[in-house]
């Protein structure tokens, strides 16, 4: 099974950027969506935006257009570059398909907004 491996997720100010890479041990050529998810402390996993092969993308209301997601299937990425962030946006955020049942998930790469 593909697995994905997240980082690139680290401290931004209020206002702030980041750029989040995930890579797959193997190809996403079949993976006809991935997602970022993202998990706030004491509070359930969450999607956050989606992309197909044809470059379809899905984001939750709270993204407002803050947050890109790109993928390569050719080096098997995912990428979610993020403005304009809040503390609202600090989790840890994962890479998956949206449905089930999932890949194993990875570790995550924890991201943190604050002053």
């Known amino acids: 099974q593909v697995q994905f491996v997240e980082y690139g997720g680290g401290w931004a100010p209020p206002g702030g950027s980041l750029l989040l890479s995930c890579e797959a041990s193997?190809?996403?050529?079949?993976?006809?969506?991935v997602a970022w998810y993202r998990q706030a402390p004491g509070k359930e996993r969450e999607l956050v935006e989606r992309?197909?092969?044809?470059?379809?993308?899905f984001y939750r209301d709270f993204v407002r257009s803050r947050f890109t997601i790109t993928r390569d299937n050719v080096k098997r990425k995912v990428y979610l570059r993020m403005y304009r962030l809040d503390p609202e946006d600090t989790a840890v955020y994962y890479c998956?398909?949206?449905?089930?049942?999932?890949?194993?998930w990875g570790q995550g790469t924890p991201v943190t907004v604050s002053p």
């Open positions: 992309i197909s092969n044809r470059g379809d993308i």
């Open positions: 193997g190809s996403i050529d079949n993976i006809p969506h």
């Open positions: 998956n398909r949206p449905v089930t049942p999932f890949l194993p």
